[in-house]
């Protein structure tokens, strides 16, 4: 061959190749024929709108109390006389300001790294210890103020670790049934500690408060007069009394005298009996045939939760739940209302609120309420009945025009769309009988997706209104799907990082990011806890808050903080084998250049391979795994000293020595201190050499 045709062959020189990361996990397309910057495997990354992969956040406790990831720390210098020691309570003699030591630092300038500071250190002042002195402050506190990035890291870690220990499990036993959050608080049911009940606790500033369900008193015949909340019932036998909090009219009118339902209240004074109940000076309002009862919870339900305005005021946006074995019921944070169907078996298991109706499913029978009147389940008041021949899963509500409406039915192998506004033009037409949902996947991220057999599928919305179309998008991970489709748990979205994301019971999760209708990537997360149940929402102030609720009785927030809970997160994301000249044309690598981007202090480590990792290179195990990069090997290295305190890296360079026709890389890492950051691809330094005989 002569030489100018190798030259042409090798490409006369050195030559650089960029490509970005994207696409996400890719199990089934080879070597050959998978697109440039998807991965072949990975763990707790997730792929980025912004492009990239994007190491995720952790999660962390939750119970109203200050968050783990808010934490600061501060940093004392100090004249050490006595003895300081991590978990020390340190008090101020001067100042009385107190806080809680979280390092010790003895070499150089001796200095103390502490949070939970309550109050100002002056400056000299004795520092005491349980009432005796151990030391001098030399400086006052400096907020954040550790000397370099990694020991940023550490110190905010520690001082997250101090406002950890303060957050405890919701009382009780058992894994928690359900999460939900509202006008800012978040609300966790969970067996009590014997498992003979359910309760619900909410959130505070300190710590989680058990709900008072209150008492509840079925009436009947009405008298002209309303009652209304607010109002002081009596009975007019036994003189007992109570406030009315909500007045729950399930048949009739007040204005006819045929009302009757249930008055809802918190407590009572004496007892109430069969008799005749009065509003101050307005006697005979109400008929009741015994006492009140309290309103208790059986245990171990599966709680679903749909938020739903029927009243049109700012104020009446309110909680609609069912658990699967207790009644359906309304909340609003303080008032309980269990809501009576009329079903002998009254324990629905999903819910929606569409078209001003309230929706249950129980088992293979969907039921609705009156319009607007969630209370009511009366035919005469529109409420009616749809059989589904097969279990419902959930329901989804489809985009539609003005004047109608279309909502998703899902059972476990039916998919069937109900079209109209109410009972009086309801059509309920069969979309597809091999299109079912799994139970706890259905959401809306714009358009309906959820789980069925053949994967993760989408339902949009066709050309006009009125005709759909479903997607399966999951082919390109059928093999994580196909294990992982007997094991949901509960799944939720998050709107800041257009994502919908999956739980599973062996504690792995599926984030899909979504742009539009284009799947942006889909990763797998391996978590230390399981999600058992999940929920996502807006706060007040328009951010998004997403929970879940785990086996031990703790609700955590997602995407805060750098761990998982205190567990180090690790991760790894591995590209496939590429060829940056011909499949069948040696390279000899030189060097990587990685384009990464953060927000804090990180290290990592990288490895590579050459030409399928052929058995028949020279490989040294020892040296590939050493600490630092070492090029060595002839077909793996290692690197570990990426590091950053900037929103942005410089490009980082490695070392690639090799040469083959392909190379794979691979990042990887753990710690329970770093906070997210991105690798958004890697320009390869080669040179091409001859073709492979």
């Not at 997360?525 to 808050?545: H, I, K, N, Y």
Request: charged share 15%; aromatic share 12%.
């Amino acid at each position: 061959m002569s030489s100018a045709v190798q030259n042409a062959l090798r490409g006369a020189g050195p030559k650089t190749q960029f490509f970005a990361f994207g696409g996400g996990l890719d199990q089934i397309s080879s070597p050959l024929q998978i697109k440039r910057g998807r991965v072949v495997d990975a763990q707790n990354f997730e792929a980025s709108l912004d492009g990239g992969y994007q190491r995720i956040k952790g999660y962390e406790r939750y119970d109203g109390q200050a968050k783990p990831s808010a934490a600061t720390y501060s940093i004392i210098n100090v004249t050490i006389t006595g003895t300081f020691a991590v978990g020390n309570t340190i008090t101020g003699v001067t100042s009385a300001a107190t806080a809680v030591v979280v390092a010790v630092v003895t070499t150089g300038t001796a200095y103390l790294a502490v949070t939970k500071v309550s109050g100002t250190f002056v400056n000299p002042e004795t520092l005491n210890v349980a009432g005796n002195p151990q030391g001098t402050t030399s400086s006052t506190a400096t907020v954040d103020g550790a000397s370099t990035a990694a020991l940023h890291a550490t110190y905010k870690n520690l001082a997250a670790d101090q406002y950890r220990t303060d957050i405890a499990a919701v009382p009780g036993s058992g894994a928690i049934l359900g999460v939900v959050h509202h006008n800012d608080v978040v609300y966790a049911a969970r067996n009590n500690a014997g498992g003979t009940a359910a309760a619900i606790y909410k959130s505070s500033s300190t710590g989680w408060t058990a709900v008072a369900l209150g008492r509840q008193l079925s009436f009947t015949s009405g008298g002209v007069t309303e009652i209304v909340e607010g109002n002081t019932i009596t009975g007019v036998i036994s003189a007992a009394t109570a406030v009315i909090t909500r007045v729950v009219l399930t048949s009739g009118t007040w204005a006819a005298g045929t009302a009757a339902g249930k008055f809802i209240f918190a407590s009572q004074t004496g007892t109430f009996q069969a008799e005749n109940l009065d509003v101050g000076a307005t006697l005979n309002l109400a008929t009741i045939a015994s006492d009140s009862t309290a309103i208790t919870l059986s245990p171990s339900g599966r709680f679903v939760f749909v938020k739903h305005n029927f009243g049109g005021a700012a104020n009446t946006k309110r909680i609609y739940g069912c658990d699967g074995v207790n009644k359906g019921f309304e909340f609003d944070g303080t008032i309980f209302v269990p809501i009576d169907t009329g079903m002998t078996t009254d324990t629905p298991t999903h819910i929606i609120a569409h078209k001003k109706h309230l929706f249950f499913s129980f088992v293979g029978s969907v039921q609705h309420s009156g319009v607007g009147t969630p209370y009511v389940w009366s035919v005469l008041s529109g409420a009616t009945e749809l059989a589904m021949g097969d279990t419902v899963t959930g329901f989804a509500i489809q985009p539609g025009s003005a004047d109608g409406g279309a909502l998703a039915i899902f059972t476990r192998n039916r998919l069937s769309i109900l079209y109209g506004s109410s009972s009086s033009d309801w059509q309920l037409v069969p979309y597809r009988e091999e299109i079912g949902a799994f139970a706890h996947t259905i959401q809306d991220v714009g358009y309906p997706m959820f789980f069925d057999d053949r994967g993760i599928t989408n339902l949009l919305t066709a050309q006009e209104y009125g005709n759909f179309a479903h997607n399966a998008i999951t082919n390109q991970i059928r093999t994580f799907a196909n294990d992982h489709r007997t094991l949901i748990l509960s799944s939720c979205i998050s709107r800041d990082k257009s994502q919908y994301r999956v739980f599973f019971s062996d504690n792995y999760a599926l984030y899909i990011t979504l742009l539009g209708q284009k799947i942006i990537g889909m990763m797998p997360q391996l978590f230390v806890d399981p999600a058992r149940c999940a929920f996502s929402g807006e706060l007040t102030d328009g951010s998004e808050m997403a929970i879940f609720g785990s086996d031990a009785g703790f609700v955590y927030e997602l995407d805060k903080g750098t761990s998982f809970d205190g567990d180090a997160i690790e991760y790894f994301f591995e590209l496939p084998f590429h060829f940056p000249t011909a499949p069948r044309q040696r390279n000899r690598y030189r060097t990587g250049v990685f384009e990464i981007t953060g927000n804090s202090y990180a290290t990592f480590n990288f490895s590579f391979h050459l030409g399928y990792n052929d058995g028949d290179a020279d490989v040294d195990a020892t040296q590939s795994m050493a600490s630092s990069f070492v090029a060595g090997s002839w077909d793996t290295g290692v690197w570990d000293t990426g590091f950053w305190d900037g929103r942005t890296l410089i490009p980082s360079e490695v070392d690639l020595s090799g040469t083959s026709e392909n190379i794979a890389l691979r990042v990887n890492g753990s710690s329970d201190e770093y906070d997210s950051f991105n690798f958004h691809g890697v320009i390869l330094h080669f040179t091409p050499r001859r073709m492979m005989r």
